[in-house]
């Protein structure tokens, strides 16, 4: 199907960013852009609802509170390209997520893979990985930028 529906949900919690609890949930639509052997493109829009709990209170517009809660637009997208007769896979992901009640309330988060195939069940794989949220802690920082690089066993 070139466009089809979707549910998605989560929880998260994070160190980094102050929070013990987020969780999430919602609703969207994706359109495949295109969809060849070794190409594949696919957009995405979805509203979620977010419930964040955090570890100290949390200044958003004046208002100091441990939780934040939150409906967001979310407007994305996935791709995987097989280059060099598919001796090298490529693969991407971002998405920006703005709060619909607060247009201070955003963030976003990209990221880019390169997984070169050894033998059947062996890869090595790299990654680099950015995110940013504009509402964080005092004392955080907003934003991430994580490499990383491993070796990846499928099909066992």
Known sequence: ?????????????????????????????SFRVFRKTNNKLETFFNTLYEFTEFNEPIVV??????????????LGWTGTHKVFSQ?????????????????????????????LPIFSVLSVKTGVQYTYENIVLSERQNSDFIWTFGIVLTNI
């Open 61 to 74: 517009d004046g208002d100091s509170s441990m939780t934040l809660s939150t409906a967001r637009g979310v």
């Open 87 to 115: 001796k090298l896979i490529i693969t991407h992901a971002g998405k920006f997520q703005q709060s619909l009640q607060n247009l201070d309330n955003y963030r976003f988060e990209g990221n880019v893979n390169l997984t």
């Open 1 to 29: 199907n070139r466009v089809y529906g979707f549910i998605n949900g989560g929880y998260e919690f994070s160190f980094l960013r102050g929070f013990n609890n987020r969780a999430f949930g919602g609703a969207g639509i």
